[in-house]
């Protein structure tokens, strides 16, 4: 996925995934019937549909107001509906308003916060960042932070994305990293964090120790050649370093052992553009195998769609992924 989908927000996720499949012009007779399956299937369902519907169907009514407000990379085209011309001024402006005000309840709160980041990278962008206190940040690829100093207190606020931090030792001025749940104390030392797609973070530390917590439980420390993951905001148990796999990113490579192919895309997501929404779980859960040179996305890409029983729609910015039926013997 190219955005978070908490495990909450589920029933929410897959209705925008429903619409913009009915909207591409590739929803055919047969994933129409499936949609009108999946709404009756649950309450939950039905009330994400008819608000994401709702949603599309207002952004439709606003299109010549929405066309004024900055594009966004990675939303689908809106196209208008017919309207009658605004008599008022003000309620152009008022619209604009309003349409900024359904984009960002559209796209994840990631997203929409890291396009005003202090710091931030490109798909593809690998930057190296010198903080005034002497450390040192390098940025993968589709990533946003910002960094502030105050009050004996130096943190970053991490949106989306990776970033390896060598931390300059000031043990008056400890560093903190804010991940979604993820709260990250140290002192000096190195470590890398990722935020990724969906809604995981994942710390991993090369050396040096820090103090890690979800906001609910007590705080413990990770030492160095650990790392540890928070899950649906949980802080999960103490693992070995794989330096090999999650920090394959700092050599030019991206390391894959029996990652699920919606982490995959997670990873990708950090070297293309683009977005990519799942139209069914099983899709999700294929499990994934290899060593790919990050530069090369589209490699990795072919390998999935001859290997595993995938099918994906490309549409401009947008690729959809589903499983693909077992052919009839």
């Given at each position: 996925m190219s955005h978070p989908t908490p495990a909450l927000d589920l029933p929410l996720a897959q209705a925008r995934e429903w619409q913009v499949l009915l909207h591409s012009g590739r929803a055919s007779a047969a994933d129409k019937a499936a949609l009108q399956v999946w709404r009756?299937?649950?309450?939950?369902?039905?009330?994400?549909?008819?608000q994401?519907?709702?949603?599309?169907?207002?952004?439709g009514q606003l299109g010549e107001t929405v066309a004024d407000v900055p594009a966004l990379s990675g939303v689908p085209k809106v196209v208008p509906l017919p309207r009658r011309r605004f008599r008022a001024t003000r309620w152009g402006a008022s619209l604009a308003a309003a349409a900024a005000l359904l984009l960002a309840v559209w796209l994840p709160q990631g997203l929409w916060l890291g396009l005003y980041a202090d710091y931030h990278t490109r798909p593809g962008e690998v930057r190296e960042v010198k903080l005034a206190d002497g450390s040192t940040l390098t940025l993968n690829g589709d990533t946003a932070l910002d960094w502030t100093v105050s009050d004996g207190r130096r943190e970053i606020k991490l949106y989306r994305g990776e970033a390896d931090f060598q931390v300059a030792p000031d043990a008056n001025q400890p560093f903190y990293v804010l991940a979604g749940p993820a709260q990250i104390r140290v002192t000096g030392t190195r470590f890398d964090v990722n935020y990724s797609s969906d809604a995981r973070v994942t710390l991993a530390i090369s050396h040096g120790?820090?103090?890690?917590?979800?906001?609910?439980?007590?705080a413990q420390l990770v030492n160095a050649q650990q790392q540890v993951a928070?899950?649906?905001?949980?802080?999960?148990?103490?693992?070995?370093?794989?330096?090999a796999q999650r920090l394959a990113w700092q050599r030019g490579?991206?390391?894959?052992?029996s990652r699920p192919l919606d982490q995959v895309f997670a990873d990708l997501q950090r070297s293309q553009g683009g977005r990519v929404l799942f139209l069914d779980d099983a899709a999700r859960d294929l499990q994934v195998t290899g060593v790919f040179a990050s530069a090369d996305p589209a490699a990795v890409l072919?390998?999935?769609e001859h290997n595993l029983p995938v099918k994906f729609v490309r549409l401009p910015g947008l690729l959809l992924v589903s499983a693909r039926e077992p052919v009839a013997q």
């Open positions: 009756e299937a649950s309450a939950a369902n039905a009330q994400a549909m008819a994401v519907e709702g949603l599309w169907s207002l952004l120790q820090v103090q890690v917590s979800d906001g609910r439980h007590a928070w899950l649906n905001g949980d802080l999960q148990n103490l693992e070995p370093l794989d330096e490579r991206l390391v894959f052992r072919r390998a999935i």
